[in-house]
């Protein structure tokens, strides 16, 4: 409010809290502007974040466009963007390139699967919103926004300070809600792409490193609730199949797989492990 009353571009609403995708919905249905950006409360940005996405948008009149991101765990030690530490870089995505580039693996992927770090065309959310309700609510409507999208841009420049929560523990406190809202977010994609032949090979790699991921990240919570046991069996067999019949996969690559599937707690030691020195 007392921004409001600084300075006129500004609007102030009040609403009884609804969470967070009731809110961006909120949001949306009430915008005056032509772009869309959306930022996490407890992450940070550089001063020149919006100037830079403008400056892009209109350059290449993209639909999308985004920043890199640095990652930090605490406010006291985050790492600072420098411009002088960086080589500017600027890519260009075109229409089916884009999807491909989000089921990519994290080494060679530009778009970050967050929602943050990026500005929308407004256009873009003409017949989309948030689902309500939903945990992991960015993976239910990224890649809908992305497959709507004709030009999308990253600028490797890392200005959006992206908060990593909860990397203190490798047994953390899940719900039932938190595995089965990701599982499916993920049941969602494969239903959207799974008869689309050019997407599929980077369709299925994306959901065999998201599975894993998944296996991983509630391997203490699975291993005590019997009701997700099925599931957490379909998971691993899907896994198993995908790298027994999957053409193209490195030896390396299926190590690894077989190592996080047959030590899931072990890995996760690992990974706990790796945050802290980070």
């Known amino acids: 409010d007392e921004l409001k009353e600084k300075d006129e571009r500004i609007s102030v609403y009040h609403k009884p809290n609804g969470g967070l995708s009731d809110a961006r919905n909120f949001g949306i249905d009430h915008s005056k502007g032509d772009f869309y950006l959306f930022i996490d409360s407890d992450d940070a940005l550089h001063p020149d974040f919006c100037k830079v996405l403008i400056e892009l948008q209109n ?33 260009l995505i075109y229409d089916k390139e884009i999807l491909k580039q989000y089921f990519a693996p994290e080494s060679k992927r530009y778009i970050e699967h967050g929602l943050c770090m990026k500005l929308y065309k407004k256009e873009l959310f003409k017949e989309l919103r948030f689902s309500v309700g ?23 420049l890392p200005y959006y300070y992206y908060f990593q ?61 019997k009701e997700l046991l099925p599931k957490k069996n379909e998971l691993v067999a899907w896994e198993k199949n995908y790298l027994k019949t999957e053409p193209g996969l490195s030896f390396g690559y299926k190590f690894k797989k ?13 990974k706990l492990l790796k945050n802290k020195m980070d």
Not at 258 to 270: E, G
């Open 59 to 91: 350059k290449y009149n993209a639909d999308i466009v985004s920043t890199g991101v640095i990652r930090f765990y605490d406010f006291v030690k985050i790492k600072k963007f420098d411009n002088a530490n960086y080589t500017s870089k600027e890519t």
């Open 134 to 156: 939903r945990l992991h609510e960015d993976l239910y409507i990224t890649h809908k926004l992305l497959n709507l999208t004709h030009c999308f841009v990253y600028t490797n």
């Open 165 to 225: 929560k909860n990397q203190n523990s490798i047994c953390k406190t899940y719900k039932s809600k938190n595995f089965t809202d990701e599982y499916d977010a993920i049941a969602l994609m494969i239903s959207s792409y799974e008869n689309d032949i050019d997407l599929l090979p980077y369709l299925k790699r994306f959901v065999a490193d998201h599975y894993m991921f998944l296996i991983n990240r509630y391997y203490c919570y699975l291993s005590k609730n």
């Open 258 to 270: 077989y190592i996080k599937l047959t030590f899931p707690h072990f890995y996760a030691r690992y």
